[in-house]
């Protein structure tokens, strides 16, 4: 009963953290479409947050209904003489001296840039998100100070100070933050290095552990680990016995581990436990923009201590933004492309209930990394809405693009069928992902 109890309440902060995130990219879609609308003198019948029967509604001094309903998965706006859209009551006939103000009969300028506002505004959001929480996070200074420090077990040996600022590791110089990596990389794995610090005016000689300790600072949802119970803040203390006290250490055992069960010491609030998971094949981005397919447990690393930081400039962190933006759309495509092709499993494809289960997930993991969640994905429903889909943005985009070549709308029976068939190519995808969520992919 106990675990039953658990599950659901799992299930329930899942449900809710998918309905928050999903709302929030609904409204700010369907604003584009609304506002954009309005300002290219088309008007809005209705706008709903969600799907069904109405629980709230107010219409404004424009005549528009705002409405939340029942189904808090989707939305939509309805716009003057739309009798393709979902609707609440007859909208009646349309006169002639009102076609202006009608999604059909406004210029066809005014349309395109309608339908392509929805999109446009899911990455807006995104990029605004990803600026502030760049903005919030700061960027790593020079000199390299510490900022804090992680919990490590005694046998680490670690005697940072927050404020230090480190001169040499093993006798190697620390260089600016630029060559900080490579610096690191070449340093012995030794579970307990020579560090020479500044503190207090002051050179300081100090021990501390390896940099990059196979410590949880990070976890995938859905992944061995996530699903295994390990927590950030987790330090992997040995694998099948052997220690370990780097995290390329981890890698290595589980990349020779090629998906066999792996018992891992875990040191947690100075109490040892034992861990057993396999690891999983998954498809990974490389910088080539192709995928490479790696074993992996779903947990990043990094440095045992954070790195003094300082604001960047907003039009930094902006173009930081952006590009971050440029990044998901360019490996989503990727993505796609070599699951078309074959080339890697369908399994990288998530249904609502791997996207709910994430969100819940991103939201156990503190405030910014939901935030940053929902960035990814409002990035990803504005990309899928452009594909030139009858039913989606980027398929009346493609009608619109006709219209300006053929001088005509294409004719409603065309129309028809071609949103009937878009209708079964989303209804058939969405099938499938919930399937790959389920059953296929577990």
Excluded at 17 to 42: K, M, N, P, Q, T
Excluded at 112 to 122: D, E, M, Q
Excluded at 276 to 304: K, V
Excluded at 363 to 391: K, R, Y
């Amino acid at each position: 009963m106990a675990d039953l109890i658990s599950q659901f309440g799992s299930f329930g902060w899942a449900l809710v953290a998918f309905i928050v995130a999903l709302s929030i990219i609904v409204a700010i879609h369907e604003y584009g479409h609304y506002i954009v609308g309005r300002w290219c003198g088309i008007h809005t019948e209705v706008f709903s947050l969600g799907m069904g029967p109405v629980l709230f509604s107010r219409v404004d001094k424009r005549g528009t209904k705002w409405q939340v309903a029942a189904l808090p998965f989707g939305g939509y706006c309805k716009f003057l003489g739309d009798a393709n859209a979902a609707s609440v009551g007859d909208s009646g006939e349309v006169a002639a001296v009102d076609r202006r103000r009608t999604m059909l009969g406004a210029p066809l300028w005014a349309r395109s840039l309608t339908v392509l506002a929805g999109p446009v505004f899911n990455f807006v959001l995104s990029a605004f998100i990803f600026t502030a929480v760049i903005m919030s996070q700061g960027e790593a200074a020079d000199p390299v100070r510490v900022a804090d420090l992680q919990g490590l077990p005694d046998s680490y040996a670690q005697q940072l100070q927050p404020g230090d600022e480190l001169l040499s590791i093993n006798g190697v110089p620390v260089p600016g933050i630029e060559g900080l990596s490579a610096m690191l990389d070449g340093l012995p794995e030794q579970q307990v290095l020579d560090y020479l610090v500044l503190r207090d005016g002051s050179e300081r000689a100090v021990t501390g552990p390896f940099p990059s300790p196979p410590a949880v600072q990070g976890l995938t949802p859905g992944s061995a680990s996530y699903d295994a119970g390990f927590l950030v803040g987790d330090v992997i203390t040995a694998i099948d016995g052997a220690p370990i006290f780097a995290f390329d250490q981890l890698i290595t055992a589980v990349n020779d581990a090629e998906g066999g069960e792996l018992v891992m010491d875990v040191w947690r609030d100075g109490e040892t436990l034992q861990i057993t998971l396999s690891p999983r094949r998954q498809d990974i981005p490389n910088r080539d923009g192709g995928f490479e397919t790696r074993w992996l447990i779903g947990i990043s690393g990094g440095l045992f201590f954070g790195l003094a930081t300082e604001t960047p400039s907003l039009g930094d962190a902006a173009s930081l933004g952006v590009a971050q933006v440029g990044n998901i759309m360019t490996t989503s495509l990727s993505g796609l492309y070599h699951m078309v092709t074959g080339a890697i499993s369908s399994c990288n494809l998530s249904g609502p209930v791997g996207i709910a289960q994430a969100s819940g997930a991103m939201a156990s993991q503190g405030g910014t990394s939901f935030i940053w969640f929902v960035a990814v994905i409002s990035t990803a429903v504005g990309l899928l809405n452009l594909f030139p889909v009858p039913i989606l943005d980027g398929g009346h985009l493609v009608f619109h693009a006709y219209e300006a070549v053929t001088r005509r709308p294409p004719s409603e029976g065309a129309l028809r069928v071609l949103m009937a068939g878009g209708l079964a190519i989303i209804l058939t995808l969405m099938i499938f992902a919930v399937a790959n969520d389920l059953f296929l992919c577990p």
